[in-house]
T-cell receptor, first 113, second 112 residues
């Protein structure tokens, strides 16, 4: 059973471009979470999804950011018109049920130049 | 101060010694989880302790939870160089949705 898979591991985008981050949860996990980590800081919750549904997006910026978890395929975190302040590590986590431990992927490190 | 604040921010000890890290939080929680993060890597889940539990063990790890003081501690016994990492506590605070609130972390260095 492979762990949570995120790709790409590193992503460089110019200001104004779009960034697409992918997350494949562990097999059998239907709960997906996205977190953002700025350098030297802890992780900040962004969004919680179940298959085809956004359950809680209270940590997502209101503009430019969107997330989906389709019936088939990975969860996608999409950042449109990236700015330098979007540079961070973005982590995805999954769990089989709501109140169990979340397993994290290795993260995608986004650099906006 | 933030929910899930770790103390100390940095800790440096000799190999073989015990390392204790503390975490304080502000609101009621469903559970509290400890994670380890090696530099530039993802998070590794260590222990989950539920709000109705007081202590949990896993190998060389011991976690305590005091809900009256809204605090938790992580003890690593007989530390090894490989334990060098940042350690984060995360509280699950939401009803109906797991939303972990992370602290800033404790940077632990084990000196050989």
């Amino acid at each position: 059973n492979a762990g949570v898979m995120q790709n790409p591991r590193h992503l460089v985008r110019r200001r104004g471009q779009e960034a697409r981050l992918r997350c494949s949860p562990m097999k059998g996990h239907s709960h997906v979470y996205w977190y953002r980590q700025l350098p030297e800081e802890g992780l900040k919750f962004m969004v919680y999804l179940q298959k085809e549904n956004i359950i809680d997006e209270s940590g997502m910026p209101k503009e430019r950011f969107s997330a989906e978890f389709p019936k088939e395929g990975p969860s996608i975190l999409r950042i449109q018109q990236v700015v330098r302040g979007d540079s961070a590590a973005y982590f995805c986590a999954s769990s089989p049920f709501r109140e169990t431990e979340a397993f994290f992927g290795q993260g995608t490190r986004l650099t906006v130049v | 101060s933030q929910q899930g604040e770790e103390d100390p921010q940095a800790l440096s000890i000799q190999e073989g010694e015990n390392a204790t890290m503390n975490c304080s939080y502000k609101t009621s929680i469903n559970n509290l989880q400890w994670y380890r993060q090696n530099s530039g890597r993802g998070l590794v889940h260590l222990i989950l302790i539920r709000s109705n539990e007081r202590e949990k063990h896993s190998g060389r790890l011991r976690v305590t939870l005091d809900t009256s003081k809204k605090s938790s501690s992580l003890l690593i016994t007989a530390s090894r160089a490989a334990d060098t990492a940042s350690y984060f506590c995360a509280t699950d605070v939401a009803q109906g949705a797991q939303k972990l609130v992370f602290g800033q972390g404790t940077r632990l260095t084990i000196n050989p």
